[in-house]
């Protein structure tokens, strides 16, 4: 398994990653939490059911900064649809997709979540950091027409949130357990960028925090867990990335527990 994307798309990479700091700030980027799929951050009771889609959602909308929007959320079998999914979530079917974000009207925003995913909390967590990604780029302004140009930067807009390890994590999933006599196991992969590419801009992200590189791997997957480690190796000039993603020289932002504190009182 190749570790590293290709130098084009590493240098491709880290000037997107520029660009969405340039129009939004460094400071989500180098203090938001990086949130992990563990009580700490989610708290709620899980129950498969729309509940608690909601009470998960609520939680990752609250981690983006976009608290204050309502909430709506349609529950279905989305991947027995027919056709395309819109940016907007427009009707245009839903085959194939976990969930979807269709918009903010009204300060209202709309998701719709396959009930596939309601047997996979911990999947679904990295599938919702995707779409919040992508309600937060709407309410920035931030989107782009092409659809599959727009899913790359949703992407990396995961990972600028702090939600890194959540869609690093899903970008390739193995499972397995027991079913009657016998068992199962599984692989699946998701998101736009790739396990080399997301691993890639969580190594950044992370090296120009100055923050633990060894706290994160534990974190990940064993292949995403790889491709981050030979990543920060490869980004270990703190200074020329940040000089890179013209960033100033901080010193190290640590977990950004205080943005935590701020946001659920704990």
């Not at 819109?86 to 979807?100: C, I, Q, S, V």
């Not at 779409?131 to 600028?160: G, M, N, S, W």
């Amino acid at each position: 398994m190749d570790l590293f994307p290709e130098a084009e798309e590493c240098e491709h990479l880290l000037a997107e990653l520029a660009n969405l700091i340039a129009s939004s700030g460094g400071e989500t980027f180098l203090s938001a939490p990086i949130i992990e799929p563990s009580d700490r951050w989610f708290p709620d009771r899980w129950t498969p059911d729309v509940d608690g889609v909601e009470r998960m959602l609520r939680r990752v909308l609250g981690y983006a900064g976009l608290s204050d929007l309502g909430l709506t959320i349609e529950i279905d079998r989305f991947s027995d649809a027919k056709g395309e999914v819109l940016l907007d979530g427009r009707p245009g079917g839903h085959e194939g997709t976990a969930a979807w974000f269709a918009g903010i009207h009204d300060g209202v925003c709309a998701f719709g979540v396959d009930l596939r995913g309601l047997d996979d909390p911990i999947g679904l967590i990295g599938t919702l950091a995707h779409e919040v990604a992508h309600a937060y780029r709407h309410a920035k302004e931030l989107r782009q027409p092409i659809r599959l140009h727009e899913e790359r930067l949703t992407d990396l807009t995961t990972i600028y949130l702090g939600f890194g390890i959540l869609t690093v994590n899903a970008t390739q999933r193995f499972r397995s357990g027991q079913k009657g006599a016998g068992s199962w196991y599984s692989r699946s992969e998701g998101g736009y960028l790739g396990l080399q590419s997301m691993s890639y801009l969580l190594a950044a992200q992370v090296v120009a925090r100055g923050a633990s590189q060894s706290a994160i791997g534990r974190q990940l997957a064993t292949n995403q867990r790889a491709c981050f480690k030979a990543a920060c190796k490869q980004l270990e000039d703190r200074a020329a990335l940040l000089q890179r993603l013209e960033l100033p020289a901080v010193a190290s932002a640590g977990t950004g527990t205080g943005w935590f504190r701020r946001l659920f009182g704990s």
